[in-house]
Every structure is written in structure tokens, then in C-alpha cells.
């Protein structure tokens, strides 16, 4: 959810200076910065040697200044899960291979998988307004429901703003347990115009999935949360998936969350938070076993019928130079080996993720403890990381090995 992390840790770092209690900092921090990192590998079926993967881990803990990571990697020989650094930067705790930790934007793919579901059981159309789910939500500043549609809410081409925009870190750091009620959250962003006219541009809005969450709500008379669990969570058997609500902590074993409020900054815990400030935008806690299992799932057709899958990969371009395009909260980068994978990356005060699959079985998962505050090489290093996993895996890869 958290986007722009390493310009959101200026504005951290004003929240601090003027008083705003985020968590004692952390000891011994500088040395560990410096500070060779160890990378291991746990739970190894795979017969590849991940020279290049633990290059990027070892630099994501490193030069990148991130306390801990992980990668999860699986493909049709196996999987493996490599780890760097620090779970716990005071009792120097090393990352578990079986971690699990919030994912932010991550969240996006399974809401949009909920409604692609319900489109499949003619409960919600597409390209219907999102006045017909949200009467009179919508409205105001320009900004109106009855022109658009829920399609362009999933994709990012509704025009309705942000509301990270205007949601300040200071305002959440405040008081990090306080319940965010998903319309208080809409109204914030509601209060501004509009980007652009729905259906004429691209911009990336958190906003639109707080009202894809509140349409699957109206649709099924659930939370979207439930909707998850019983649609996804359950069918998968994902163990480590959560869509924790109100509830602060991390079930299960997880590595502490850590923000950098200015460039020298020692650490500050942000473990404990309330994640409803991110909803159905981002608020849900997984590992990389079970984000692998998903991704996996989801593109080669276990969880849509082939119509609506095809719609979900229905892409446009977002103007980024690598080649990123956006379809129905599913986004595809080309990989440097060829062909192309599919994923999400995810930004939460504490955890950055990126994951992506190929629709030849092949996954992988990232995870680093810390955002913001990381180097601006950490985001970079860990879609590197993603797609050196992807490309290790390949058929290439294969025959060689």
C-alpha cells in the first residue's frame, strides 16, 4: 500500500523530530549496516546453486541497509528459501525460513481474484458503475461513481485520487493502533479532484481498491475478508494468510518490521500497527510459501474461469521504462531471459515484498524488513532478485542442470 518509500522517509523523519512516538531505536544498528551478511538456505529441494540470488540478498542487508531478507523460490524441480541478515536487529536473530510478514499492495491480486470470481457468478459486471454497488459513495470534487466502472478501479484507470496522497505518516505514526474505517479513508481522497477522467490515463490508487472492497461487501454480504479466506485462503490451504483487520500483531513466526526516519537514522520498530489504515488496499500478512502457491494458482487457472483470467491479464502500459503494464490488480514486467512474469510488489510500514509467476510453474518471493528507509537500490535489487529467481528456474535452466 505504502507507496514512494523512499520519499515517505522524509516525512518520517519530520514525524519524529516533531515528537511523534514510533518506537525506541534500535541497538547496534550501524554495525550491522556494515556488517558482511550471512545468506543461508533452508528446506532446499531444488539442484540449482542461487549464485546470483545471494548476491541480491547479501546486498539487500548490506549496502541497501535492510536489517533481514528472504527469497522463496519453487519451480517444477523444487523449492528453496535463502535468507540474509537479521530478523530482530537487538537480539541479532537471523531470518526464519518460514517467516511470515505484511504485504502490503500483495493484498491487491486477491481482492481483484474475489471479484473476478464474483463477475464469474454474474453477482458483480465488469464494466457496470460503481454507483450501482456504492450508490452515492462516489460523489463530489468532480468525482463520480456513475462513470466509473469497476474495471477501471482495478486497473488504476479510474481517476479517483489517492489517498496516500493525502493520508499523512505522521497522522498514521500518531497513534499506529487506531482503527481507519475504510469510508473515513475514501471521503479523505474524495475530498480532491479526480487525476484525470476515468478511462483516459494510468495512476496507481490505493482508494480504488478500498472501494473494490467495499463493492465485493455489498455484492456478497461479507467483508472481503471472509471472502478471501473462504475463496482463497481455504481452498489453497494457506496456512500463513491473513486478513488480520484490527488485530496489531503477527501470528506465528515473523521477523520484526523496521523503518529508517532520515538517511542516518537509527531504526525504529514498527512491528505492532493496526493495519486497517491499509485495508483492502493492503493489509494482509503472508510468507513466501504460501505467495508462491497463490501467484502459482492463480495464473495458471486454478482460481478463474479461463474468460476471466484472460481478463485479468488484459494489461495497459504504466509508463515505467521497465516495461511494467497493469491488468486487473495483476501487473507483467518482461524477464531478462525471456517471456514475461506476473505479480505485484507491496509496501507496508515495515515490509517491502515483490513476487511474481511464470504460466510454466515457476514462482518466487521476496521479503525485506524494512520500509521505508532502505537504500534507493532496495526496491530495484529486490524485483532483480524476483527475476533472477524466475530466470534460474527456466526451461534453459532446467536442461542445464
Excluded at 274 to 297: C, H, K
Aim: net charge negative; proline share 7%; hydrophobic share 35%.
Amino acid at each position: 500500500m505504502i507507496k514512494h518509500s523512499r520519499a515517505l522517509g522524509g516525512a518520517l523523519a519530520l514525524a519524529v523530530a516533531v515528537g511523534v512516538a514510533v518506537g525506541a531505536p534500535t541497538d547496534d544498528d550501524v554495525p550491522l549496516r556494515n556488517a558482511a551478511a550471512t545468506v543461508t538456505a533452508a528446506e532446499s529441494t531444488s539442484t540449482a546453486d542461487h549464485t546470483r540470488l545471494r548476491e541480491l540478498l547479501q546486498r539487500l542487508t548490506t549496502v541497501d541497509g535492510g536489517p533481514g531478507a528472504l527469497v522463496e523460490v519453487r519451480d517444477r524441480r523444487g523449492s528453496a528459501v535463502l535468507t540474509s541478515g537479521v530478523a530482530d536487529v537487538k537480539s541479532h536473530a537471523p531470518v526464519r525460513s518460514d517467516s511470515r510478514f505484511r504485504i502490503g499492495s500483495m493484498t491487491k491480486p486477491f481482492v481483484a481474484t474475489v471479484m473476478l470470481q464474483l463477475v464469474g457468478e454474474h453477482r458483480v459486471v465488469l464494466d457496470a458503475p460503481v454507483e450501482r454497488y456504492l450508490p452515492g459513495v462516489v460523489r463530489g470534487h468532480g468525482n463520480d461513481g456513475r462513470v466509473i466502472t469497476v474495471r477501471q478501479l482495478l486497473q488504476h484507470t479510474s481517476g479517483v485520487p489517492d489517498v496516500l496522497d493525502y493520508l499523512s505518516p505522521q497522522e498514521i505514526l500518531k497513534d499506529p493502533l487506531a482503527h481507519h474505517d475504510t469510508r473515513d479513508l475514501v471521503n479523505i481522497a474524495l475530498a480532491h479532484p479526480p487525476t484525470f477522467e476515468p478511462g483516459t490515463g494510468w495512476r496507481y490508487s490505493n482508494t480504488g481498491y478500498l472501494l473494490a472492497g467495499m463493492i465485493i461487501e455489498k455484492a456478497t454480504g461479507h467483508t472481503y475478508g471472509e471472502e478471501i479466506r473462504r475463496r482463497i485462503i481455504t481452498p489453497l490451504g494457506l496456512r500463513d494468510t491473513f486478513v488480520p483487520g484490527d488485530a496489531s500483531a503477527i501470528p506465528g513466526p515473523h521477523p520484526r518490521g523496521y523503518v529508517r526516519p532520515g538517511e542516518d537514522a537509527p531504526l525504529m520498530d514498527i512491528t505492532a500497527i493496526n493495519p486497517s489504515v491499509a485495508g483492502s488496499g493492503g493489509e494482509m500478512i503472508s510468507s513466501g510459501t504460501d505467495l508462491n502457491r497463490f501467484l502459482d494458482a492463480l495464473v495458471r487457472g486454478r482460481l478463474l474461469q479461463p474468460a476471466h483470467l484472460r481478463e485479468m491479464m488484459k494489461t495497459r502500459p504504466t509508463g515505467n521504462s521497465d516495461g511494467r503494464a497493469y491488468g486487473l490488480g495483476l501487473e507483467s514486467r518482461p524477464l531478462p531471459c525471456g517471456g514475461l512474469y506476473w505479480g505485484h510488489t507491496g509496501d507496508f510500514l515495515g515490509y517491502e515484498t515483490a513476487g511474481g509467476a511464470t504460466v510454466d510453474g515457476r514462482q518466487a518471493t521476496v521479503m525485506v524488513n524494512l520500509d521505508p528507509g532502505g537504500s534507493d537500490a532496495q526496491s530495484d535489487d529486490m524485483k532483480a532478485a524476483v527475476q533472477t529467481a524466475l530466470c534460474e528456474g527456466g526451461p534453459s535452466a532446467s536442461s542445464g542442470g
